[in-house]
């Protein structure tokens, strides 16, 4: 991989991937300078019961892979073969696997809500930068929760969105795109089968 290359991660169960995760990537990779991102299409969520509606890895990796198509935008199961269950984890092995890349987490505010519950989630904080994507609904649970309550001296403005290389960490910067309200839960309540029909999570329009 070339020297300096300044990668997005994006972690998910992506069941499925849908154009709400090609918009807010494509969109965190401008706002950012990114050279691109990496889609973690995870083998499960510890924090999650195994749900009866989980497509199985391939499938998920291939609608992430169909989504993906023509965007800077690389599709990986690497945690299922580092065997890493955590993102604590998964990024101490490929900071040490690609020492020359700089990475930063994207994730969304749904997320940072529920921040404070991942295995030594300050210590991700430590390892990398985290941009936060807003989402609809969540926002307000996402800055009043305990994770928030200790990351909000390390937020840095905006409008230095690409200096985030040069932040010594922790740091944390809060993005807003347009919303678009697209949903993983909402495509497997319509078309519970989706998985036998594809096309019907292929929306890679931006």
């Known amino acids: 991989m070339p020297i300096g290359r300044h990668v997005g991660l994006l972690g998910g169960s992506f069941n499925p991937a849908h154009r709400g995760h090609r918009r807010v990537t494509l ?35 291939a609608s992430a892979k169909r989504l993906a198509r023509r965007a800077s935008i690389r599709v990986t199961a690497v945690e299922g073969r580092l065997r890493t269950r955590y993102t604590i984890d998964t990024l101490r092995v490929l900071k040490r696997r690609h020492p020359r890349v700089r990475f930063i987490w994207i994730m969304g505010s749904d997320n940072l809500a529920q921040f ?81 029909h594809p096309q019907l999570s292929d929306q890679p329009r931006d």
């Open 116 to 196: 404070h519950r991942w295995r030594d989630w300050r210590g991700v904080a430590r390892e990398v930068a985290i941009a936060v994507v807003a989402r609809p609904g969540y926002e307000h649970e996402a800055l009043v929760g305990p994770a928030m309550g200790w990351l909000r001296r390390y937020r840095r403005p905006v409008s230095r969105s690409t200096e985030w290389t040069t932040w010594r960490l922790p740091a944390l910067m809060l993005l807003r795109f347009r919303p678009d309200p697209t949903s993983a839960t909402a495509i497997r309540a319509a078309a519970p089968d989706w998985h036998r």
């Open 27 to 61: 969109d965190a990779i401008r706002t950012l300078g990114l050279d691109e991102a990496w889609w973690l299409v995870s083998p499960g969520n510890p924090l999650k019961a195994d749900a009866p509606d989980m497509a199985s890895l391939q499938v998920r990796l």
